[in-house]
């Protein structure tokens, strides 16, 4: 699906991406593909040595690679620290996503009251509300609604049908999926006997720069203050992120990772599919949580976090699930059975 | 974020929560914030003992406290039994959630065959089908799809971009937040040798007055008989409630829960994030369960239920993690000890 | 809320479902009930024999059910191998779903270089971008996105407010529901120092004939190459397939599930709800995962797994989750006592 029409030379490839070619410099490439199907007119990547297998039998015009692994093909070649790295660049390069052309969709409703740049484009059916700030190059995809007072960054780009409740503030250069909601709700009711009374989430909702969140993902505003997504922090598909949550640049969330109230990710920190964590707890930058994780203290220090249990053939997972809950008793009975050795 | 414009003065704030002032009656505030860090024209709440601590260094202009706590400031006071309460029905006076005018926004596709109350609100790009009654002061917000045969009561109102299928019922006072989806078609499908044979599923979705559903959640419609959410439900963000679901008045489901189908959830019943249930099965009123708790059997009686296993360092969590699949003949292991030592 | 406009004898049912009619032919339904609750003109099912005492009481017209379940009763029935089958053909009869007229919505946004069949149906402030082709008697509902180069294929629905990435192609027959997300970025980034550096997801998704995808669920496009959805698999709502998944022919995936990137699962699996997989790994062909399953490695061939912990009372779990954190511990000292009893 890369749009073949981009087309670049080996050089043109080295250059970009600041790795030294071993081969024509002249031979052009329209795309990238995995070693062990690319075209001929594609390049590849080898960023871990268990597929250097593959290398051998590749059909690529050349192949991203360390030095090291240079030695072990006489293709042509882009030799640099960081293949996985240089694949990032030049994937950049072949993006097919198409490009949105500036202006104001006629079917877009536009409060007079919004202020939109000249550079900016809005799409079909978008709706954007009163003192709503679209700055710069920021796009918005079809069917987008951008409440009263947000203001959207520039070089931002909202794709189809993402909604931002009024008071959300995004930086630039984000980049926010199809089906987010960000400014809700936050989860607020007080009991009164039997039933709940709702709490006003007067708060708002701030992105830095360089965000990205992903399709039907949730972010709410918050209850007293804002809830806060730092510089360069990059969340995945279905995730909760609840009212009050602060999280710390460049942190990065996997699909379905749920962050309850008032809780505190810390800078650097990589949560794994489906991680999350209890309300009001905090974890220090650098922490990780290995897949669907349940975070139930604040985490002091960095490190790498688990809970659950493995994975087991049913018939035999249900014996041990039994023995789960008689483990205390187990325990016990140990303890008793040293006691009474010791004795 | 709040609206900096709404101002109260503390005998106003007072009488709308029932409290009894100590201070000066036409201080003016203009919002909420928090103990810490209140601005002075602000006012703050304190509802729990362990952050006594914080008052005597706030700015805020007042504090709602109780009786007990207001013995430790000299500063104005609102004292009321339930402070939690009471910041609940304060905050809503400083809600910054914008209000919708009345009418039918000239771009919204209403079938001739619909009824729109002349109270209601009907945003921008809305599509409101045939035989759908929208009461009372009902606000769509801007791109709600309505179906045909839907009711939506008297000052519901649904944030932009919800939709509703065909057939489903909303009572009054609701609030539905943006990507909700409600009426979809349960997960229904019959085998017929290596293939599926949908089911269609031909009942509605009910929704009681007051009833909550957050951001990104989906309700199913009912297979046979409807899905229905009694009066006072709150659901947050992400929810999955799957056919034929009854959920009992006033429980409460934080995000990401799931609900497989035909479950009966009592009355104020209360599931921490990520709590679900297996279908089929029944919950007492009353029944709380923590975060993530996966509901297997019906719960007779009210109690809290739990699941999971607690976080551990991630290396010490694989050993755990090991010994949990050798669990069944670590017990058969320590009966036989036992026995031994028994002869 | 079935139509009950629809009416069927007893002697067309029975040929439509190639029943037997015990009963009179000429006996008219108008639509289905559950045994317990069903109105004197609604048909019935019986599948499981555990519901047998309910056939006695039962005010339904007739009951679909084996030749040995119908010497329990003297009402009329339809005989036949597979009740819960061939309700499923009865209920696509009854079925309430309303049917939208051919044609282009005059609201609707469509680029003059797509294409749609004369057939097809776009409903109200749809959207369809350059180079889109819409098939045969496909249907939109309102608000729906269709990126540059997508392909739905003909007889498939989209409901209202569904989102489609560009390149994204979808077969014959598929239903696919409001608010899933196909084809946004797969969630891929470089390590740059603290940074992450965006990898272009420059593959598309691939759906088959005949799949479903529930509400809010998410499936992205490839990083290289595409992620692709056999014919026949059933996919439920708020569920994650990450890009380059590849679910193989007719399996099954409930509510809230997740697939990491690269994962392949086989045919014929029947994933129980919030299961899920690291990225990665391939299932067999008939597999099954119990409810919330995690898959942390390739499983060789079919068979059912398992993983988490039973529910317990909290207080007696919380005593169980300590002990958790102590099994290594336990097993040791186990083994340290089998081995002074053998000394």
């Known amino acids: 699906m890369e749009d073949r029409e981009k087309r670049y030379t080996l050089a043109q490839l080295a250059e970009h991406i600041g790795a030294r070619l071993r081969g024509p410099g002249e031979l052009e490439v329209s795309g990238i593909g995995a070693l062990a199907s690319a ?14 297998a593959q290398l051998a039998a590749t059909n690529a015009a050349a192949v991203i690679l360390t030095e090291q692994m240079a030695t072990a093909t006489e293709r042509p070649v882009l030799i640099c620290g960081s293949p996985y790295l240089a694949y990032a660049r030049v994937s950049q390069l072949f993006d097919c996503t198409p490009q949105a052309g ?15 740049s000249g550079e900016a484009s809005i799409g079909a059916n978008c709706v954007v509300e009163s003192d709503a700030v679209i700055d710069g190059a920021a796009v918005l995809g079809p069917g987008c609604v951008i409440g009263e007072r947000c203001r959207v960054g520039a070089g ?32 607020g009711f007080a009991p009164d006997g039997g039933n709940w009374v709702r709490i006003a989430q007067n708060g708002g909702v701030v992105l830095g720069d360089n965000v990205s969140v992903g399709a039907n993902t949730a ?85 790498a976090w688990s809970s659950g249990t493995p994975m087991m053939p049913s018939a035999q997972w249900r014996r041990a699930a039994v023995r789960f809950s008689q483990l205390d008793s187990m325990a016990r009975r140990l303890a008793e059975l040293e006691k009474k050795l010791n004795d």
Chains 1, 2, 3 share one sequence.
């Open 219 to 303: 972010i709410d505003r918050g209850a007293i203050g804002d809830t806060v997504i730092e510089d360069g922090v990059i969340i995945d598909n279905l995730c909760q992120i609840a009212h009050n949550v602060r999280i710390g640049r460049n942190s990065a969330l996997a699909g379905t990772c749920a962050i309850a109230g008032s809780a505190v990710i810390g800078a650097n920190c990589t949560l794994a599919g489906g991680a999350g964590t209890v309300g009001h707890i905090e974890l220090a930058d650098g922490v990780h949580l290995t897949g669907r994780t349940m975070v139930t203290k604040s985490i002091g220090q960095k490190g």
């Open 156 to 187: 931002t780009r909202l794709h189809a049908n993402v909604t931002l409740y009024h008071d959300v503030s995004i930086g630039k250069d984000c980049i926010l999926h199809s089906g987010a909601v960000l400014g809700g709700d936050g989860f």
């Open 39 to 52: 075209r001929e007119d594609q390049l590849c990547f080898l960023a871990d040595k268990k597929h250097l």
């Open 102 to 116: 500036r202006g104001i969709h006629p079917s877009a409703v536009v409060h007079p009251g919004a202020t939109v």
